[in-house]
């Protein structure tokens, strides 16, 4: 979008000087969508004399009714074709949405894409840069409203990605970060090679820099990229694999394939095959039907899978899933209950993982250098943005640079070192 509005001639401005304020919104669950609300109506209640689009998830997903809802927003747009957000914002004081309503059939991005923009602006950290590769997911898990909101996989063609990851490079990024909202899926929609063969092509590319891959379906792993990362050092062994839980009857009813045994297999294969792998995952509790005994399944699962990093949620229920009409609805304190016992058995469980590191040297890519203090923060491969600890390196250096670090000690969830001479 900012790409788009910059070849429009418009430029980016703090929000006391804009004339367009954009917040780009969540749909996915109730708490986000939430938010998303608020922050719009908080920007205009701040800004009254400035148009407010909301744009993203939440509005493709309810459309003009949510229009209908918020008449003091000044526009809407969905996420299916970004670059309207240039038609929107010079179209002045416009209440109708291009967001279409999910009643009525729309096409596929595959059939209608959108423009591509030459990104100017990276909005991630220094040296780090997000590429997307496919958007859509074909899994249609029972609790999950990203089909009905990013609609079928729709993966891009694997020259354009090596394009663009070619384009980033020479601009001095250090890390490509590949994400979908399933990885292990890529490709599959256009009949062709998947995953792996997109890493090789990666592969070919020269440089020294890393690529990290955020969120693979574990029902969709791609084993032989195993082996590409063992040959190929800059392909880190970092795997995001959502398992969400483990009691045969949930997995079942959430329309998750694996059982958890399989799912512990793959943990440890992955570990065998490249030692010092990091696992991060996700579980969901509160699903509709756990019961005390589903979640001590959840619980012995993550004991033997010993996940390094753990998110956990609670179950929020969408309209328009499967999963909505389910009985067996667990209340809220109880969900809550769950998820905090999960986070308070991860604790240790991080800890040792990280303890492993105290005493190696690891690169780190400089992400942020403190202001009036000889110190700077950056991450390791163990370490995805925003999600995971930081390593404080105990020197000022300049963000996007990437530099051996010894690492000295753990402090909760960071390390803290200092440059390997």
């Known amino acids: 979008m900012i790409a ?3 070849s429009a001639g418009w430029r980016l401005a703090p929000a006391e000087q804009a004339q367009v304020l954009i917040v780009n919104t969540c749909g996915f669950i109730s708490s986000a969508k939430k938010e998303s609300i608020e922050t719009s109506l908080e920007l205009k209640q701040r800004h009254p004399g400035t148009r407010v689009i909301m744009v993203g998830c939440l509005t493709e997903r309810y459309g003009s009714g949510l229009a209908a809802q918020l008449p003091e927003i000044d526009g809407f747009l969905g996420n299916r074709d970004p670059s309207r957000i ?3 914002a010079e179209s002045g004081d416009d209440r109708s949405t291009p967001a279409a309503d999910l009643a009525e059939p729309r096409p596929s991005p595959v059939e209608q894409p959108p423009r591509e923009y030459e990104r100017v602006h990276l909005l991630s950290y220094p040296g780090s840069a997000y590429v997307k590769v496919a958007e859509g997911c074909d899994n249609r898990c029972t609790y999950c409203a990203i089909p009905l909101i990013r609609g079928e996989l729709a993966s891009r063609p694997a020259a354009e990605v090596v394009t663009e990851c070619r384009g980033l490079l020479d601009r001095g990024v250090r890390e490509l970060i590949l994400i979908a909202q399933d990885l292990g899926s890529y490709g599959k929609d256009l009949g062709g090679p998947g995953l792996a063969q997109l890493l ?3 592969a070919r590319l020269s ?3 890393w690529v990290r891959l955020l969120y693979i379906h574990p029902d969709h792993f791609p084993a032989e990229i195993l082996d ?11 795997f995001d694999l959502p398992f969400q839980h483990a009691s045969p009857g949930i997995l079942g009813a959430m329309g998750r394939r694996r059982d958890a045994q399989k799912n512990v297999d793959l943990a440890w294969r992955i570990r065998e095959r490249l030692p010092g792998a990091v696992i991060r995952t996700t579980f969901l509790v509160g699903f509709p ?9 959840l619980l012995a699962f993550q004991e033997e899978a010993r996940p390094d990093w753990m998110g956990c949620f609670t179950y929020s229920r969408e309209e328009d899933t499967e999963a909505y009409v389910m009985k067996g609805r667990v209340i809220a304190a109880t969900a809550r209950a769950r998820k905090a016992e ?3 058995r991860q604790v240790p469980i991080t800890a040792r993982a990280l303890d492993a590191a105290v005493g190696r040297t690891l690169d780190v890519l400089i ?3 403190i202001q009036g203090e000889e110190m700077s923060l950056g991450r390791a491969y163990l370490q995805a943005p925003d999600v995971d600890g930081l390593v404080v390196v105990r020197r000022a250096l300049a963000p996007g640079s990437r530099v051996p670090v010894m690492i000295e000690r753990r402090n909760g969830v960071d390390l803290e070192g200092t440059v390997h001479e």
Do not use: K, Q
């Open 200 to 202: 090789r092509d990666l």
């Open 367 to 369: 992400e942020e250098r």
């Open 228 to 238: 590409l990362m063992s040959e190929d050092h800059r392909f880190l062994p970092y």
């Open 207 to 209: 440089g020294d820099f």
């Open 86 to 88: 240039v038609e929107l």
């Open 289 to 297: 039907g756990e019961t005390g005994d589903d979640f001590d399944h």
């Open 342 to 344: 999960l986070e308070r």
């Open 4 to 6: 788009a509005l910059d």
